[in-house]
């Protein structure tokens, strides 16, 4: 029996097999790798939404002029549509990292194996990895919070708090997105992400209200995760709080939970069962 396999029988019982409270150092190595990556790939997730904001916010903007929400209240086209792109930029930037860099490491960069034959648990290492996708999420949302305020876009002190929104959102998107992906094996299975992202990116309230739809769909549109992202960030931006707020919150607690358990379980059967 070699080493590794000997210190995978031992780990295995134990609570130190899932955690060994260094995420930390995955944390730490993530950041030093992305300072030699391909910072035109990284950018570009900034910047996108700021073209669509532009194009459409102002541009389209100028001929909408101001858009009815679902609860009947007047909000300028810009102002609509920018928080969905807030919500949208920190999805993008906690997608990348949870799904492309960890195909690569999973599949052929055989980092997590080599994590594993460490001190460090499955949870370590999942911890590790959403974090750094949560950075790159928050990072997104941020620069575009400041284009927001710079472009006079939110309108209420609340926008204050979209910055934890935008946070808890990448976290969550990160946490799914990183065990979704522990199934992928060919660059076939990827393109399965934007297949899902952008119908959710085009439907989920980001440039009109749901209300435009039959009931039956608003239905399926409101089980979206980037709808309840939408949802909790406009009404943080615009000012229009409502209850509702409190189970979006939940949502994206619940999905936080739910896929960081998923993950380190995914980790553990992958590499130490």
């Known amino acids: 029996m070699s080493a590794v396999t000997e210190e ?27 300072r030699s990556s391909n910072w035109v790939v990284v950018i570009s997730g900034f910047v996108e939404p700021i073209f669509y904001l532009l194009s459409l916010g102002v541009g389209l903007g100028g001929f909408i002029g101001t858009v009815t929400d679902a609860a009947g209240n007047h909000i300028p086209y810009a102002a609509y549509i920018a928080p969905a792109l807030l919500a949208v930029s920190a999805m993008n930037g906690a997608i990348y990292d949870s799904t492309w860099n960890v195909f690569f490491k999973m599949n052929f ?6 994590m594993l034959a460490t001190s460090l648990g499955p949870l370590d290492v999942a911890l590790g990895e959403i974090l750094l996708a949560l950075l790159r999420g928050a990072v997104y949302g941020v620069g575009f919070q400041i ?7 939110n309108l209420a002190w609340t926008a204050l708090l979209a910055v934890p929104a935008v946070m808890l959102i ?14 992928f094996r060919s660059f076939q299975q990827m393109e399965w992400i934007p297949f899902v992202l952008l119908p959710m990116f085009l439907f989920s309230a980001t440039f009109f209200p749901i209300t435009v739809y039959p009931e039956p769909i608003q239905w399926l549109v409101q089980a979206l995760p980037l709808w309840h992202a939408v949802e909790l960030v406009r009404g943080l931006t615009t000012g229009i709080l409502s209850p509702l ?14 896929g960081l358990s998923f993950t380190t379980r995914r980790l553990r059967a992958l590499f130490l069962d």
């Open 8 to 34: 995978r029988a031992l780990r295995r019982g134990s609570v130190r097999s899932l955690y060994a409270g260094n995420a930390t150092a995955v944390v730490v190595r993530g950041l030093q790798a992305t």
């Open 109 to 114: 960069g055989k980092l997590y194996e080599g």
């Open 147 to 153: 284009v927001m305020q710079v472009m006079g876009l």
């Open 170 to 183: 990448a976290f969550a998107f990160a946490a799914v997105g990183m065990g979704i992906t522990s199934y």
């Open 245 to 258: 707020m409190l189970v979006h919150v939940v949502y994206f607690l619940v999905l936080v939970v739910g």
